[in-house]
């Protein structure tokens, strides 16, 4: 069966431009999350959701970061006005529901933020 | 709060040795921890998982772990390795609860490097 997909694989942007990165979960799998992975600081949490609400927005580093999630499927990160720390690997993962459940990981969008 | 250490980042050793991947945790509630995988350029695979019950973990690839609660310590080892073994091993806790429930919390990585 299909595991998690995102895209794009790679994404490279110039400083002050909008991404968007994708992650296709799992089919049927209600929890989504958010990491992302750092040579400074390393595998982060980010945000997840369960179905389309986001009980938990701790691990978004600023405001320039968001995220949504519609039909309890596709989950959308965006980040404006990108900045060069924000290059990293993004990493989603999803779950059959929340708590402590295997969490099945995307193989990640690299950013480059020039 | 939770948070996970591990000790060494790099772990050399020849193929068929023995090798311990270190992890120490702190946890103010109930514990759950985990060991992931990360090939080069892939995303992360679990290994094992501790829950609840027996504190030897046995998982994928001929891994095992042992939770230790006085020593805080969660050791992945593996009595022979392979070439293939060479990775990024990864040790995580589950959110303790709340609205962080099920969120993973990861070490710094160990790279594993196995030589010929």
């Known amino acids: 069966g299909a595991g998690v997909s995102q895209s794009p694989s790679n994404k490279v942007t110039e400083k002050g431009k909008d991404v968007e990165l994708r992650c296709d979960p799992i089919s049927g799998h209600t929890a989504l999350y958010w990491y992302r992975q750092s040579l400074g600081q390393g595998l982060e949490f980010l945000i997840y959701f369960q179905g389309n609400s986001a009980p938990d927005k701790s691990g978004l580093p600023s405001d320039r970061f968001s995220a949504e999630r519609t039909g309890g499927s596709v989950s959308t990160l965006t980040i404006q006005r990108t900045q060069q720390e924000d290059s990293a690997v993004y990493l989603c993962?999803?779950?059959?529901?929340?708590?402590?459940?295997?969490?099945?990981f995307g193989p990640g969008t690299r950013l480059t933020v020039l | 709060a939770q948070s996970v250490t591990q000790l060494d980042s790099q772990v050399p050793v020849f193929e068929e040795a023995p090798v311990e991947l270190r992890c120490n945790y702190s946890?103010?509630?109930?514990?759950?921890l985990f060991w992931y995988v990360q090939y080069p350029n892939q995303g992360l695979q679990l290994l094992l998982k501790y829950l609840s019950g027996s504190t030897l973990v046995k998982g994928i690839n001929g891994f095992e772990a042992e939770f230790n609660k006085s020593q805080t310590s969660f050791h992945l080892r593996k009595p022979s390795v392979h070439i293939s073994d060479t990775a990024e091993y990864f040790c995580a806790v589950s959110g303790d609860g709340g609205t962080s429930y099920g969120k993973l919390t990861f070490g710094q990585g160990t790279i594993l490097t196995v030589h010929p």
């Open positions: 993962a999803s779950s059959k529901r929340t708590g402590h459940n295997e969490q099945f």
């Open positions: 946890s103010s509630v109930s514990v759950y």
